[in-house]
């Protein structure tokens, strides 16, 4: 049977891979949702762009709503693994851990604001993220903090990001990105680029060690370089 490529799961395993009937009610769902918003999809709507009966689709989603969280976090799920995930062919990286986490944060920041179903959920309706904000942490946001506590160890390492407790600095910096994603368009005119901007330079300096630590950090990104 045709299957798709496995999306990461909370622990930064890999899920298994999705069937063929899963990929098209996911893939129907979002479609439903880019053309007539969250409110207006219904399970009919889905079952009738999938292909599939709706009792195929009732027996797998109790509502719409654990069908669009589902589509919600396959969402996230992808944009964080395109945004992180380097390129098989690409050269060894070395500028410091440091740098490359936080263009890496910007860079996953800027992809969800380009999204076309983050842009139809956030420009119509934002509500339906408040779990995301309020409940405890879901499987994408840990996925995140996983990625970024990877990142931060490199950073000890390599002396580029001061030393703390890598699940607070994790955490935080997640709380931190969250806000620039949903929050944006609340500051009215300020372009997203500027924001992001300032958003790079908080990172930057939350993360830089000491006077002393950044020396011995910076000298040993360069000793990795030759």
Known sequence: MTTTPPLPTANGGRARP????????L??????????????TTLNDV????GVSRMTLYRRYSDI?????????????????????PSPQAPPDPRPARRKLVETVLAVVRAFHADPLMRQV???????????????FGSTQQIAVNLLANRLDAGYRDGSV?????????????????????????????????????LGAMLDAY?????????????EAEAAKS
């Not at 079952?47 to 999938?50: F, G, I, K, N």
């Not at 709503?65 to 995930?85: D, K, M, P, Q, Y």
């Open 162 to 198: 001061r030393r703390g407790s890598i699940a607070v600095q994790a955490h935080s910096i997640v709380l931190t990105a969250q806000a620039f994603i949903i929050s944006a368009a609340a500051t009215g005119p300020i372009p997203v680029a500027r924001l992001l901007d300032e």
């Open 47 to 50: 079952a009738r762009r999938a």
């Open 65 to 85: 709503g654990s069908l669009i969280s589902e589509v919600l976090g396959h969402e996230f799920a992808r944009i964080l693994r395109e945004n992180t995930e």
């Open 122 to 136: 956030l420009d119509a309706e934002p509500e339906i993220l408040m779990p995301y904000l309020i409940n405890r």
């Open 18 to 25: 999705l069937r063929l009937s899963e990929r098209q009610i």
């Open 207 to 219: 993360l830089a060690p000491g006077p002393s630590a950044s020396g011995q950090g910076e000298a």
């Open 27 to 40: 893939d129907a769902a979002r479609a439903c949702v880019l053309a007539a918003g969250v409110h207006d």
